[in-house]
């Protein structure tokens, strides 16, 4: 069966209310699509990285009362797990779906990632695309625009990598949850493929450290 994309109804799964009613939802009408995008995405970023990669579907394993508000698939070279590595990710928010860079409090060289990214801040700066976001808090939906920073304010990011522990940078794409784009499997795929290749270069800083 061929990618169909998000529906509405996927991004409504985050007003269900309960633990469980809304598990279902993610497990019956989501995650099979995130099986789909890691069967398309897994050998492309193999490709593109270099590395081998392994998709990790969130399971929200952990969680025993509070009903999950994002959910996601995560690409990354470990076949165990991807919070300690620099990695991809595909998911959902109610509010929109966003494609990202990451890397996230987890990572043991967030920090000599930081200084290396410092080094190559003007290039990255020059580079990203005006609609690309950036968000230093995977926990939270909001992000920073890339046409609303400044150099300044990405040498803030680089900063906090270095010195906060637990400091994040993701840098990537948000789509409206309303984005007719969503729903149409063949460009979404394409635009996720786009927005991976223009992070690459964030994901081989990490791959000289």
Not at 52 to 71: G, L, Q, S
Not at 93 to 113: N, Q
Not at 114 to 122: I, P, R, S, Y
Request: glycine content about 4%.
């Amino acid at each position: 069966m061929s990618f169909q994309g998000f529906s509405k109804e996927d991004f409504n799964t985050f007003n269900i209310d309960g633990l469980e009613p809304r598990m279902e939802a993610i497990t019956s009408s989501i995650r099979p699509k995130f099986e789909q995008l890691a069967q398309e995405f897994t050998p492309t970023l193999s490709a593109y990285t270099g590395d081998e990669m392994y998709p990790h579907i969130a399971k929200h394993a952990r969680r025993t009362v509070n009903p999950p508000k994002d959910t996601w698939i995560a690409f990354a070279a470990n076949k165990r797990g991807y919070k300690q590595h620099p990695h991809f990710q595909i998911g959902l928010w109610g509010t929109h779906l966003f494609v990202w860079f990451a890397m996230i409090y987890e990572a043991p060289l967030k920090s000599e990632y930081g200084k290396a990214f410092e080094k190559e801040l003007n290039t990255i700066f020059k580079n990203t695309p005006k609609d690309f976001v950036w968000s230093m808090d995977h926990m939270k939906p909001e992000a920073m625009k890339q046409s609303d920073m400044t150099k300044e304010d990405l040498a803030k990011v680089a900063d906090r990598l270095q010195n906060v522990k637990k400091s994040e940078l993701l840098c990537g794409i948000h789509i409206d949850a309303n984005d007719p784009l969503l729903q149409d499997g063949d460009k979404l795929i394409n635009k996720i493929d786009e927005t991976f290749k223009t992070l690459l270069p964030l994901y081989k800083i990490a791959q000289k450290l």
